[in-house]
């Protein structure tokens, strides 16, 4: 099979490009990267202007801003060179992008694009199909059903709107939510259920939910039955339903209504460091039965730094309040 030669594979490439320019033809260019297709849709706008064609007529749509921002540096770029390239240069040039032998019409036509350009703040349009939409939208807002002068949230202002509407919402917490969230704080570092509340708001569940708390719950209780599965499978520990038992008879020694009256008490203080022991004790109290057992770090919590009793004063601060 005899091998084409490089210059003439190029010649032919180019021939294509110039037929392909022309926007009296219907095409469909499909080429790899860095071929010339940002160029081909170059040289299609700037022969639709020297047919003619008003600017602010022509609309090219791209899926990318750079795109865009690259196809409309590349056409001024070409109407700037072309009002002061020699007549020779911009000859070569018109002929190279398919008009053989310009006319002396199209040359000065092509000299005086740069400057009706720039005295024409709508076109051409070179946007990405987003923009595109958006710009419709701003024009028809009530067809649209939008509000009038409507805008795009970007990134950063998205996260910022949903951190306002998180801490708003975090500031006044129903009871579901605040176990939830105690829940995810007692079982991950700070920096973790940060990122946890962010997935859960980004999933759009419902954290104040009865369904969203079960979800958490079931997470941990999921991890706590393999390490339970493992301690008795593999290693042979003996059941823990005695020792729950036991425990259980010394949760119900609790005064629980006594309690109560320190959770609301430690609530309204205003120390946040008691308004959240005060906030453990509540979620412990929330609970029955097997809850209690379950839930029992949050008092332990509550009632205990370190394995030691809380300080003393907080200590008097309770017998107050009860």
């Not at 849709?41 to 022969?47: A, N």
């Not at 369904?211 to 339970?228: K, P, T, V, W, Y």
């Not at 906030?279 to 949050?298: D, H």
Request: hydrophobic share 45%; proline share 4%.
């Amino acid at each position: 099979m005899e091998t084409m030669p490089m210059n003439k594979m190029i010649a032919r490439a180019s021939a294509d490009q110039a037929k392909a320019s022309d926007p009296a033809a219907s095409v469909f260019v499909s080429a790899n990267a860095g071929t010339g297709k940002t160029k081909l849709l170059t040289d299609r706008v700037l022969r639709l202007l020297l047919s003619g064609a008003p600017a602010d007529a022509i609309l090219c749509v791209t899926y990318t801003r750079a795109a865009a921002a690259e196809m409309r540096n590349r056409i001024f770029k070409r109407l700037a060179d072309w009002a002061i390239i020699p007549a020779k240069a911009l000859g070569e040039d018109l002929e190279n992008m398919g008009i053989h032998t310009p006319s002396q019409d199209m040359r000065r036509r092509a000299r005086s694009l740069f400057a009706e350009i720039l005295d024409n703040d709508d076109g051409p349009r070179v946007e990405t199909v987003h923009s595109f939409c958006q710009s419709i939208l701003r024009r028809f807002p009530i067809e649209a059903g939008v509000a009038p002068h409507v805008q795009l949230a970007d990134d950063d202002e998205q996260s910022r709107l949903k951190a306002m509407a998180r801490a708003n919402i975090l500031y006044h917490p129903s009871p579901e939510l605040a176990a939830s969230v105690l829940l995810i704080a007692e079982a991950v570092s700070e920096g973790r259920a940060d990122e946890i509340v962010n997935d859960f708001i980004n999933r759009a569940v419902g954290l104040d939910s009865p369904d969203g708390l079960a979800q958490i719950e079931s997470h941990f209780r999921d991890g706590l039955a393999q390490i339970e599965s493992h301690f008795r499978d593999d290693l042979g520990v003996v059941s823990a339903d005695t020792e729950r038992d036991m425990l259980m008879a010394r949760l119900d020694l609790i005064q629980v209504e006594k309690l109560r009256a320190v959770s609301v008490a430690l609530q309204t203080s205003k120390s946040k460091i008691q308004i959240d022991r005060g906030a453990k004790m509540a979620v412990w109290l929330a609970q029955t039965g097997e809850g209690r057992i379950e839930k029992l770090s949050f008092l332990v919590d509550a009632l205990f730094s370190a394995g030691k009793p809380r300080k003393r004063e907080i200590i008097i601060s309770c017998r107050c309040a009860i």
